[in-house]
């Protein structure tokens, strides 16, 4: 009987985490994380971390594992899970892979072109341009050198925005020339849960986490990340509404108000992507 991974995908805030926890000490075994925020071990609770006492519930992989030193993307990912998964299956007939970026676990399902190297300082160029000049500037680029990428993208989201950029400045080719790979044979079965509520329901969740990720000390952890704040992974909702306080641009109460609009957003975007998929079973929550 072939091995397994079960996928648990969804919005941020719909309870990932608590169900894939529950899911694998039903079936008394592990998760591989497919979060590309998560996997940073300087990053917890601004990422929403599983806490000390979920991570000892069940053994995790690919949570706080790395640096953001280090490059993290997605073909990173699909070679670092698919050793991971090997390993695993030695002593498991089923792992659990729970996580909210969908081009992760696209690439541990169907596989992934391998990318372009980037040299560092044409990254570290494009995130500093991005800093000082903000996402309206990153979207027009992307809009006049790369128009076909830009007819697909996601608008909203700087992290793959940047991405995009650097690869079409690299090597002169659109990011979509890299993706043409046809869908490879995993030597596992997938089965692949979708968790899904009310939009309402799923607002108020992201109102009461992020309320709690400022009383959990978000505004401390996100001063202790000023050294890496270049990072892409810090690009992004949660830590560049905080950065704009610290800079003078915003004051905390607009900030976290950003935090959370942007986390809506950022939800809606997943469920589009998710629901693009027609081997999801979705289960409804709460």
Request: contains cysteine.
């Amino acid at each position: 009987m072939k091995k397994k991974i079960i996928v648990v995908v969804g919005p941020t805030a719909v309870g990932k985490t608590a169900f894939a926890i529950a899911l694998a000490q039903s079936l008394n075994t592990v998760v591989l994380g497919a979060d590309s925020r998560q996997c940073y071990k300087e990053l917890s609770i601004g990422v929403a971390r599983p806490s000390p006492e979920e991570l000892a519930a069940v053994p995790h992989y690919f949570v706080g594992s790395h640096s953001l030193q280090e490059n993290i993307n997605a073909g990173f990912f699909e070679r670092y899970a698919l050793d991971c998964l090997e390993k695993l299956f030695v002593d498991h007939d089923q792992v659990v892979v729970c996580g909210g970026t969908g081009l992760y676990v696209q690439a541990l399902c169907e596989g992934i072109d391998p990318m372009p190297s980037i040299p560092e300082g044409l990254r570290d160029n494009i995130v500093q341009q991005y800093h000082t000049k903000g996402l309206v500037w990153l979207q027009k680029e992307l809009a006049v050198k790369d128009p076909g990428f830009w007819a697909v993208a996601e608008k909203q989201n700087p992290q793959r925005l940047m991405r995009a950029l650097e690869v079409f400045l690299a090597t002169g080719n659109s990011i979509l020339y890299y993706r043409q790979k046809k869908t490879v044979d995993r030597p596992f079965a997938i089965e692949k849960m979708g968790l899904d509520m009310s939009m309402e329901k799923l607002t108020d969740r992201i109102n009461w986490r992020v309320d709690k990720m400022m009383a959990d000390g978000l505004l401390a952890e996100v001063k202790s990340l000023l050294p890496y704040r270049e990072a892409v992974a810090l690009q992004t909702v949660g830590y560049k509404e905080i950065f704009a306080h610290l800079d003078g641009q915003v004051d905390l109460p607009t900030a976290v108000a950003a935090i959370k609009t942007h986390t809506r957003q950022y939800a809606k975007r997943q469920l589009t992507w998710f629901r693009k998929d027609p081997a999801i079973q979705w289960q409804q929550m709460g």
